[in-house]
T-cell receptor
Framework: AQKVTQAQTEISVVEKEDVTLDCVYETRDTTYYLFWYKQPPSGELVFLIRRNSFDEQNEISGRYSWNFQKSTSSFNFTITASQVVDSAVYFCALSADKLIFGTGTRLQVFP | DTGVSQDPRHKITKRGQNVTFRCDPISEHNRLYWYRQTLGQGPEFLTYFQNEAQLEKSRLLSDRFSAERPKGSFSTLEIQRTEQGDSAMYLC?????????????FGQGTRLTVV
């Protein structure tokens, strides 16, 4: 069975703080993909990143970075120098043929 | 706008009525997915199509739910005899299938309220 766990229900930080959102997954597939999506208050899910199971290189995109560790089945997401506009619900997802989402982490960034 | 389009954006219906939602995917995408999201939860998979073929249905999809994609383009999701527990956001997504599992692009959703 496939499962994604986001243990952090809600995180609050003050602007400019760094914040890490945790994601742990379970799958028996050897080939799979991991995703992060952002859901702002408007409700639309916005794609942030895709990573395949054979690529464990960390990735940085501006203030965003992702740490994929297959040994611990984790795919964590760090926002550096957070901004108020980062406030949203963030979902980690796992896919072999369809996306399976975690329950999400609500991030609130206060000015 | 060339993204995924869903109609209507909001629907309020009385318990027991039937409702139908429409999703227009990104034109070149051959996969189309339906998800349901309730407050405080992540999207839950309902069903997906590759072209006009419905390849998988979740156990969440009771007999009152039916989805179609007759020409491999737009899709409809119908809920018969709605119940209050059907109140949720219904999300549609599309993607390109192939050897590389591409990301799914989501529409803005249809929010259903059953009163």
């Amino acid at each position: 069975a496939q499962k994604v766990t986001q243990a952090q229900t809600e995180i609050s930080v003050v602007e400019k703080e760094d914040v890490t959102l945790d994601c742990v997954y379970e799958t028996r597939d050897t080939t799979y993909y991991l995703f992060w999506y952002k859901q702002p208050p408007s409700g639309e899910l916005v794609f942030l990143i895709r990573r395949n199971s054979f690529d464990e290189q960390n990735e940085i995109s501006g203030r965003y970075s992702w740490n994929f560790q297959k040994s611990t089945s984790s795919f964590n997401f760090t926002i550096t120098a957070s901004q108020v506009v980062d406030s949203a619900v963030y979902f980690c997802a796992l896919s072999a043929d369809k996306l399976i989402f975690g329950t999400g982490t609500r991030l609130q960034v206060f000015p | 706008d060339t993204g995924v389009s869903q109609d209507p954006r909001h629907k309020i219906t009385k318990r027991g009525q039937n409702v139908t939602f429409r999703c227009d995917p990104i034109s070149e995408h051959n996969r189309l997915y339906w998800y349901r999201q309730t407050l405080g939860q992540g999207p839950e998979f309902l069903t997906y199509f590759q072209n006009e073929a419905q390849l998988e249905k979740s156990r969440l999809l009771s007999d009152r739910f039916s989805a179609e994609r007759p020409k491999g383009s737009f899709s409809t999701l119908e809920i018969q005899r709605t119940e209050q527990g059907d109140s949720a956001m219904y999300l549609c997504a599309s993607s390109l299938s192939g050897q590389v599992n591409t990301e799914a692009f989501f529409g803005q959703g249809t929010r259903l309220t059953v009163v």
